[in-house]
Structure formats: structure tokens, C-alpha cells
């Protein structure tokens, strides 16, 4: 395959991946990033295989998930650091309802390898809240978010492929895919919540999402599960846990609040009364789009510009297959998923 020289602006979660995915390729890539990153390095990292509200499986769970854990693992290796840690998610049923979704699909084979078959510890569980019982998910994992974004710039910085500084736009040719005088064949925004200030990018609808957790310690809640109900309870070791996440629309302020951090420990509460001490707390701007779809493809008119972003809450799970079909599509012209392609918004 004939080499050829690629931008990726942004080394967040979309733009790493898709960076490992052409040098894996052999072709030529060069990151631009400023080292700031309130996204991908602040993100706690969750992968859920399932959408609790109608236990449904994850959007191209079973490919994503056979992409995802290799993938960490792999990285793991180059940067010598742990990454990726497996975890069991005990679901606390909100309503009746909800436990009847979860009974009948652990009967369905294709849930059978997630959902395990509730059993009497299940509803008998006593250390939250258990009106309805609950049910233990398997093959779920958290990503150790900043020791990601931050292998990920050391390696690329030991291999020569990451300039270290903001993105100016006053040097870049968008015709020749120009910047700094130096030539690419193609170039990817991989801006994450930042989309709306790349000009040619910036009517593909990348909303700003704010999310907030607090770090707690507390010895009252168990540390070989992740509590589920109305937030999520993270395990970190040593009595440490977080939980998350607050959804504030439209807002790109990196500012904690009073009362982000109230309504978590209010969700908290409905597991149970846990005496804790506020630890920390964290605030990020996710890049989300209201179809719950990324947002991969090339300008309708600059044919040189391509756009891979709006990973959004589910992005530690789908962004290495992803990146493998930006890939495809960037080098071997493969069509495009209808279901994240730009042109649903943005037709040619």
C-alpha cells in the first residue's frame, strides 16, 4: 500500500486510536496537541456493555469488545503501565420492571456471556439498598483515563510523530492540506468538544457535554464491585471510589459546583446512608451528538478534510473499532457506517 502522509489534530481518545491504526499500516502520521486535555484524560473511563434503562447491549457491542481489550492490553505493553481493569458491575434494580427485562435476556444467548442468571445472594445482596434486587454484569472494565492520554503522548513524543503546541489555524491551508508549509495528503480534526471553533468542521453538530465526579473515601462500600443505580460507584482500592457522572448540556466551563457535587452524593444515597469524606472532585467536557452516534467522514467540498469525533459516553468502548473503519475508509475508500457517517447531517 502506498504510503501516505496524515494530520490528526487532537491526540485525545479519537485521535490516538486512529494514529495506532495507520502507523500499524505503515503510513505516515503526525499529531498536533497542545497537552491540555478535558476530555479523554479526565473521562473515568467505564465501559458498560449494556444500556440498563431496556437492558439492551451496547451499539456493535460484540465487535467493539473484541477490539477494545486487545487493544489496552497491547498498549499496556508498550507503555509499561496499567491501563485496562477488568471489574464486575452489580446493577441495582430501579423497579420491577427493569428486573423483568434483565430475567428474560439472561435467557437469550447472545446476553448469556453479560448478563449473569440472578440468583438468591443476587436479591438477598445487602450492601446497598436492594429493593427490587439486582444482577451481576460481566466483561465490563475501566480504562485508567490519564495514564492513557499520557502514555500516548510520551510514545508518540519518543517516535517523533507528536508536535507538542496548539493547533494554529492561521497556518493552515485547508486547499492543499497545508500546515506550516509542510504538506499532507489528508488531514483529520479529532477535536472532541472543541469542534465548533474548526471552521470547516463546524456545523457537524458536536454538542459540549460537562460532566462532574467526586473521589470519596468511605469504608462502608464494597471494593469487588461497582455499585449501578442512578450513578456509578468506581472502586479505585485502598477505601477510594468515584462516582459519577453528571450530564450538563451544552456547557464547555471547566468549573467544579456546589451543586453537581450535591446531586452525585444525592444519587449515591439511593444506594444506601455510607459515612465518606470528599476526596476530589473533577469536572470534563464530553463530545457528544444527540443520536448517540460518532461523527466520522470527509468534507463535502475540501476532499482532503475528515472529521473522526463525537466518541461521547460510550468512547473507551467504541473508539478502537471505530478507528479501524476510519482507517478503512481513509485508505482503502470503504464505505462508510450510514450510522456515524457525516453525510447524515452534512450530505454531499
Not at 479519537?14 to 503510513?27: N, P, V
Request: hydrophobic fraction near 40%.
Amino acid at each position: 500500500m502506498e504510503q501516505k502522509k496524515f494530520l490528526i489534530i487532537g491526540a485525545g481518545l479519537a485521535g490516538t486510536t486512529l494514529a495506532h491504526e495507520l502507523l500499524k499500516a505503515r503510513q505516515q502520521v503526525t499529531l498536533v496537541d497542545k497537552g491540555e486535555n478535558h476530555a479523554t484524560a479526565i473521562a473515568a473511563g467505564m465501559v458498560n456493555p449494556m444500556v440498563f434503562r431496556r437492558m439492551n447491549k451496547s451499539w456493535r457491542l460484540d465487535e467493539c469488545m473484541q477490539d477494545a481489550v486487545p487493544y489496552y492490553l497491547k498498549l499496556e505493553e508498550k507503555f509499561q503501565k496499567q491501563l485496562y481493569f477488568p471489574i464486575t458491575i452489580r446493577r441495582m434494580f430501579s423497579s420491577l420492571q427493569e428486573r423483568e427485562f434483565w430475567e428474560k435476556r439472561q435467557e437469550i444467548d447472545e446476553f448469556k456471556s453479560y448478563l449473569n442468571t440472578i440468583n438468591e445472594a443476587d436479591n438477598n445482596y445487602s450492601e446497598a439498598i436492594n429493593e427490587f434486587g439486582s444482577g451481576r454484569l460481566n466483561q465490563a472494565f475501566w480504562v485508567d483515563a490519564l495514564a492513557y492520554y499520557e502514555g500516548n503522548r510520551n510514545y508518540f513524543q519518543s517516535i517523533d510523530c507528536l508536535l507538542d503546541e496548539e493547533f494554529d489555524l492561521a497556518q493552515f491551508d485547508e486547499k492543499t492540506a497545508s500546515y506550516k508549509g509542510v504538506e499532507y495528503d489528508k488531514v483529520v480534526f479529532c477535536c472532541g468538544y472543541l469542534n465548533k471553533y474548526i471552521p470547516f468542521f463546524a456545523e457537524a453538530p458536536v454538542e459540549q457535554t460537562k460532566g462532574q465526579t467526586v473521589t470519596i473515601e468511605s469504608t462502608d462500600l464494597p471494593e469487588d464491585e461497582s455499585l449501578n443505580r442512578k450513578c456509578f460507584v468506581l472502586p479505585l482500592g485502598n477505601h477510594i471510589f468515584r462516582i459519577g457522572a453528571t450530564y450538563e448540556w451544552n456547557d464547555e466551563s471547566l468549573t467544579t459546583s456546589e451543586s453537581s457535587k450535591d446531586l452525585l452524593l444525592e444519587h449515591l444515597s439511593v444506594l444506601g446512608d455510607f459515612p465518606l469524606k470528599i476526596l476530589d472532585q473533577s469536572v470534563g467536557v464530553r463530545p457528544t451528538v444527540l443520536d448517540r452516534r460518532p461523527i466520522m467522514g470527509q468534507h463535502p467540498e475540501l476532499n482532503k478534510l475528515f472529521i473522526f469525533n463525537g466518541l461521547g459516553t460510550k468512547g473507551y468502548l467504541m473508539a478502537p473499532t471505530l478507528a479501524k473503519d476510519m482507517r478503512a475508509f481513509l485508505l482503502e475508500g470503504k464505505e462508510m457506517d450510514k450510522e456515524v457517517s457525516l453525510e447524515r447531517f452534512w450530505g454531499r
